[in-house]
């Protein structure tokens, strides 16, 4: 199975359009420690819906949470001043583990991953290749993108429908 | 915690009275008040031109990335990959499941 590793913006926007259970089902995907705190306990506190969604998902072992050794390269960990801890965790569980990619919608995240080549599949993206691997179905890949519409920019949006074949 | 001491122009005392009086507050909370506004429309700006990345902005603000992210709906605000970004990622998922 192909492995990733997904970072909280990822994750949530993953969550919210409703196929996150295809994705963990399709793939081995990891978080680390501070995505579980950010997204599930924390997430909990406030009362936020996603939270216990995805904190479900890691009790049922679906979705795999990971320590990190913050094992980055010197180069691009001076370069991390912009990221937050989740984030900085996410680049690190890439490394120590060996994910084919990163997935993240975050644009300062983005920003750095495409200056150092480290893959990264956003969102949108994932979805259209689960249909093109044939693990989720055209309807519902159309339904995801519309749920998180909102959530990602219109280019993005306009380019996914494109390439759903979607008028 | 820093402390500094600052002159205030008219107009910017014109808007703390103006807040004192509508949300009942004393003029050191108001003007805390409407610093952290200040500091909360600028650090909101930079997460949307990708200068800094989620979780840091959920440190700086003090605030869960659900609320983040519920802020710069309410707001208005669009976050997410640029389509640069996207042309890059779509390469990525086509290679990726292609060598799968």
């Known amino acids: 199975m192909i492995k990733l590793a997904i970072d909280s913006d990822g994750l949530i926007k993953l969550a919210k359009s409703n196929i996150l259970k295809n994705v963990l089902k399709s793939f081995n995907c990891n978080i680390t420690n501070e995505i579980y705190n950010e997204t599930v306990t924390e997430g909990k ?4 819906e996603d939270a216990f969604f995805i904190g479900d998902l890691v009790d049922k072992n679906l979705l795999q949470v990971k320590d990190t050794k913050y094992r980055i390269p010197s180069n691009i960990l001076k370069e991390t001043k912009n990221l937050g801890k ?11 583990i060996g994910t084919k990619a990163i997935i993240s919608d975050d644009l300062a995240f983005l920003k750095l991953l495409k200056k150092f080549e480290i893959p990264f599949i956003i969102p949108i993206d994932l979805i259209i290749m689960m249909v093109n691997m044939k693990t989720l179905k055209r309807e519902k890949a159309q339904s995801a993108i519309e749920k998180i519409r909102g959530f990602v920019r219109e280019e993005c949006y306009a380019k996914a429908k494109t390439l759903l074949g979607v008028k | 915690m820093a402390s ?13 009275n103006l807040r004192i009086e509508n949300e009942k507050v004393d003029k050191l909370t108001a003007l805390r008040q409407i610093l952290y506004l200040g500091a909360e429309n600028y650090v909101l700006d930079l997460y949307e031109k990708g200068n800094l990345s989620l979780s840091k902005t959920s440190e700086i603000l003090n605030k869960s990335v659900y609320d983040i992210i519920q802020l710069v709906q309410k707001r208005g605000i669009k976050t997410g990959a640029t389509i640069d970004e996207q042309k890059i990622s779509e390469k990525i998922a086509k290679n990726t499941w292609k060598k799968k």
């Open chain 1, 45 to 48: 506190n406030k009362l936020y």
């Open chain 1, 86 to 96: 989740g984030e900085v965790s996410v680049l690190s569980l890439y490394f120590e």
């Open chain 2, 4 to 16: 500094y001491s600052l002159r205030i122009p008219q107009n910017l005392e014109m808007l703390i």
